[in-house]
């Protein structure tokens, strides 16, 4: 794994993706640190890093569209998918060589709260929490990134798909207040979930059989809470999408709170992207 990470690296550096990732990020960061601070004499910094989450939309496609992408264009994925090297070993290189140069960018940016600490007393719980929830969320859309990288051998097709999703995270936050609410929206919504986890079952373990048998069973059950308790299904699309939602989450850390379910939920939802992405290659490897 450390051959890949250094490998990666070194690409990073010795072309111009890492430093356009670098230098766009620090001259966002450093506007808004200018306006929201210097400019106003406001000792709040976690404003600053809550008004330009949406630079993940720009510089993460920068820092992820050509990990697996370009391995896929040029061959050199064979060579990677036939080496002694597990494909955990080589996800994971990958993933934490963009996640070191965004590491070093967020570390540049801590020079700011320590500007202000000069001139006024800087909220130092609510800043480091701050600073955690921006890493988790960075490395969650990171990982999204590498996965819809390993779909396609064209980086420009990788940048524009994994902007997409990214935008979709904002969107669904944007139009949470229009999604239905009533209790049969609901259910219709929860049934489709179980379809749709049914058909991924059947994609993932090709077993007709098995996928079938939890899809029947999930339907009963959700059907059975619909008898006995119908009040779940109040308000449960809304429910659903701002669960699920990495923006709304993140806000919970520019309170100063380490809110341990959020910790838990980023990871997961790393580790689930990453899972996504081994099993493309593992694909790939046997195809």
Same mark, same amino acid.
């Given at each position: 794994?450390? @051959?890949?990470? +250094?490998?990666?690296?070194?690409?990073?550096?010795?072309?111009?993706?890492?430093? *356009? !990732?670098? %230098?766009?990020?620090?001259?966002?960061?450093?506007? !808004?640190?200018?306006?929201?601070?210097?400019?106003?004499?406001?000792?709040?910094?976690?404003?600053?890093? %809550?008004?330009?989450?949406?630079? !993940?939309?720009?510089?993460? &496609?920068?820092?992820?569209?050509?990990?697996?992408?370009?391995? @896929?264009?040029?061959?050199?994925?064979?060579?990677?998918?036939?080496?002694?090297?597990?494909?955990?070993?080589?996800?994971?290189?990958?993933?934490?060589?963009?996640?070191?140069?965004?590491?070093?960018?967020?570390?540049?940016?801590?020079? #700011?709260?320590?500007?202000?600490?000069? #001139?006024?007393?800087?909220?130092?719980?609510?800043?480091?929490?701050?600073?955690?929830?921006?890493?988790?969320? %960075?490395? @969650? /859309?990171?990982?999204?990134?590498?996965?819809?990288?390993?779909?396609?051998?064209?980086?420009?097709?990788?940048?524009?798909?994994? =902007?997409?999703?990214?935008?979709?995270?904002?969107?669904?936050?944007?139009?949470?207040? @229009?999604?239905?609410?009533?209790?049969?929206?609901? /259910?219709?919504?929860?049934?489709?979930?179980?379809?749709? *986890?049914?058909?991924?079952?059947?994609?993932?373990?090709?077993?007709?059989?098995?996928?079938?048998?939890?899809?029947?069973?999930?339907?009963?059950?959700?059907?059975?809470?619909?008898?006995?308790? &119908?009040? =779940?299904?109040?308000?449960?699309?809304?429910?659903?999408? +701002?669960? /699920?939602?990495?923006?709304?989450?993140?806000?919970?850390?520019?309170? %100063?709170?380490?809110?341990?379910?959020?910790?838990?939920? #980023?990871?997961? !939802?790393?580790?689930? =992207?990453?899972?996504?992405?081994?099993?493309?290659?593992?694909?790939?490897?046997?195809?």
């Amino acid at each position: 794994m450390s @051959a890949v990470l +250094k490998k990666e690296l070194k690409i990073y550096f010795s072309t111009p993706t890492g430093y *356009i !990732f670098m %230098g766009f990020f620090l001259l966002i960061s450093g506007f !808004f640190f200018a306006v929201s601070n210097l400019f106003s004499a406001s000792p709040n910094y976690t404003s600053v890093l %809550g008004n330009i989450t949406f630079i !993940f939309l720009v510089v993460v &496609p920068v820092l992820t569209m050509r990990l697996l992408s370009e391995e @896929a264009r040029t061959k050199t994925d064979q060579l990677l998918l036939t080496s002694p090297l597990k494909l955990t070993e080589i996800v994971l290189g990958k993933y934490l060589a963009a996640v070191g140069v965004f590491v070093l960018t967020i570390a540049i940016t801590i020079l #700011y709260p320590v500007i202000l600490s000069f #001139y006024g007393d800087v909220p130092f719980g609510e800043t480091v929490g701050a600073y955690i929830g921006f890493f988790l969320l %960075g490395c @969650a /859309f990171i990982s999204v990134g590498l996965f819809i990288s390993s779909l396609t051998e064209n980086q420009f097709v990788a940048a524009v798909v994994t =902007f997409a999703a990214l935008l979709l995270t904002w969107v669904i936050d944007w139009l949470e207040s @229009a999604l239905p609410t009533d209790r049969t929206a609901g /259910f219709v919504f929860v049934l489709i979930l179980v379809g749709l *986890i049914a058909g991924w079952l059947y994609m993932t373990l090709r077993n007709i059989i098995i996928s079938a048998i939890s899809g029947l069973i999930g339907a009963g059950v959700f059907i059975a809470v619909y008898i006995l308790k &119908p009040d =779940f299904y109040d308000n449960a699309i809304v429910r659903f999408f +701002k669960w /699920f939602s990495l923006l709304s989450r993140y806000q919970k850390f520019t309170n %100063g709170l380490l809110d341990l379910s959020s910790i838990v939920y #980023y990871l997961s !939802f790393i580790f689930v =992207f990453i899972f996504l992405t081994i099993r493309v290659l593992e694909k790939r490897r046997w195809s």
